[in-house]
C-alpha cells in the first residue's frame, strides 16, 4: 500500500431540512464551488419541508470539513434509517489498493462499533451491501481493484471503487448510518482517517501526520494542485 496519497476529502450527508434551514443554506454557500446539493429518492424524513437532499461538501483541509459538518448540524437537520453519511476521498497510488483493503475496514468497523445496531445494521442494508461482497468467492486478499472491477462492479458496498476510474479518482466509504449530532458525525471521521492511517502509513502525508484529536487548526492536508 505504499506510494498511496490523500489529496483531499468530501461528505455526503442525507438528511432532511426545513424551509428556514435551506434558505440560510443556500444563502451561505450559494457562491462556494467545493459545495453541492441534490436530491435522493432513497431517502425520506418524515416531518421536514425538504425531506431528501444529498448535502455534498470537499475539501484538503479537515478544519473545513469539521467547520461544514458543525454548522450543517446546527441548521437543525434531521436524519433517520433512510439516511447514509458517506465519505469521499480523493487520491493518488490508487492502484495500490486490494480487496483486502475493504475487508480490513469492514472488520475493524464491526470491533469498533460492537453493540451499536444502527450500525451494525448498516451492513446488511441494501446501499452498503457486506453479504453481497462475501458471495464473491474465489477473491484473495491481494487481487487488484483493477480486477475486482471485471467481477464487483456494482457501487453499492462498504466501500465503492468504482469512482477511481473517473477523473476525481475516488473512493468512497458507505459504512456509515444516520446520525444524531455534529458530534457523532465528526467522530465517525476521526475514526476512519485513523483507521485507514493503520492500514496506509504513508509519513510523508500530511493528511495522515497532524494528531487526529489535537490539530491545529492551521495544519493542512496535501493540497490539491
Known amino acids: 500500500m505504499n506510494g498511496i496519497k490523500i489529496i483531499s476529502m468530501g461528505v455526503e450527508i442525507e438528511c432532511g431540512m426545513s424551509d428556514i434551514a435551506f434558505r440560510q443554506l443556500q444563502k451561505d454557500f450559494s457562491d462556494e464551488k467545493r459545495f453541492s446539493l441534490g436530491r435522493d429518492r432513497s431517502v425520506f424524513v418524515d416531518g421536514t419541508t425538504y425531506c431528501d437532499f444529498e448535502i455534498r461538501f470537499w475539501s484538503n483541509r479537515m478544519k473545513d470539513i469539521y ?109 456509515f448510518p444516520y446520525f444524531a449530532s455534529s458530534t457523532e458525525h465528526i467522530r465517525a471521521i476521526q475514526w476512519l482517517r485513523k483507521t485507514i492511517k493503520e492500514f496506509t502509513p504513508t509519513p510523508e502525508d500530511h493528511f495522515y501526520n497532524f494528531p487526529l484529536q489535537k490539530q491545529k487548526d492551521t495544519e493542512a492536508i496535501t493540497i490539491l494542485q
Open 67 to 175: 467547520d461544514f459538518i458543525r454548522y450543517i448540524w446546527s441548521l437543525g437537520i434531521k436524519q433517520n434509517v433512510t439516511c447514509g453519511n458517506h465519505v469521499h476521498i480523493h487520491v493518488t497510488g490508487w492502484e495500490l489498493l486490494t480487496w483486502d483493503f475493504q475487508q480490513y475496514l469492514v472488520n475493524r468497523y464491526i470491533e469498533h462499533f460492537r453493540g451499536i445496531e444502527k450500525y451494525l445494521s448498516r451492513l446488511t442494508n441494501r446501499y452498503c451491501n457486506y453479504l453481497d461482497c462475501l458471495m464473491n468467492k474465489g477473491l484473495s486478499a491481494n487481487v487488484t481493484i483493477e480486477q475486482l472491477r471485471s467481477c464487483t462492479h456494482q457501487r453499492y458496498r462498504p466501500v465503492n471503487f468504482c469512482p477511481i476510474y473517473r477523473p476525481e479518482k475516488t473512493f468512497e466509504i458507505r459504512l
